[in-house]
């Protein structure tokens, strides 16, 4: 092959593979940054499982709270007040907005944030057994400059149900699980 001709073909390779490669980063998205109460990211969220919603009336905002699979054993358990250490609740909330087919049907829109509580009785015994942190917008930026300001509002908010141990949600109504053989 001429020379000349084999150059000009890997270079169209090479620059082919750089384009497919940093399509393919561009994709690739970076861990958020922890809270400023040194709470990591809990990575993989979108995967835990049901545990209620509700819906806002004033803020018009649709909320899930999932569980991650400990907490989802205590519910299996009935070991919900206290939850056991280890147990990570969330709630996801989103914007209400509207379907086009459906009209009367109130569906999530913009998403607003994700929120968790952390149980671990050591190392959050400050903070009621809970470790708080917000995550905001689909960025997933850290909510609250300083500790204070990432924990205190929750804290205040959450302390009329501090007798449930600070969890206002009963695990919504579902038939029983059937085990897979
Ligand atoms: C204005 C009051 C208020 C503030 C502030 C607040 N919460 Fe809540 N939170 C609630 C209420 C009420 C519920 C249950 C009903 C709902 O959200 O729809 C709840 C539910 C939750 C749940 C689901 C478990 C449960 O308790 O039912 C999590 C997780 C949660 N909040 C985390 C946080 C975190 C983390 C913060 C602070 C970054 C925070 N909350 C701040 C009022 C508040």
Redesign the pocket.
Known sequence: MNTQIFKLKNLVKSTFLLTAFTSFSAFAVDMPKPTANGIDFPAGYQDWSI??????EDNK?I?S?IGNPMAIQAIKDGKTNPWPNGAI???L?WKDAKDKHWPTATIPGKFVHA???FKDTNKWAQTGGWG???WVGLEQVP??NTAKA??D??????TP?KNQD????KPAMLPPRIEKN
Request: proline residues 0%; hydrophobic residues 50%.
């Open positions: 545990v209620s919603m509700t819906h806002r905002t909320r709270v609740l969330g709630k909330v929120e968790f509580m708080w942190a917000r909510f609250g990432a924990q509002s929750c804290i205040a908010c959450h149900v600070w969890v206002f949600h």
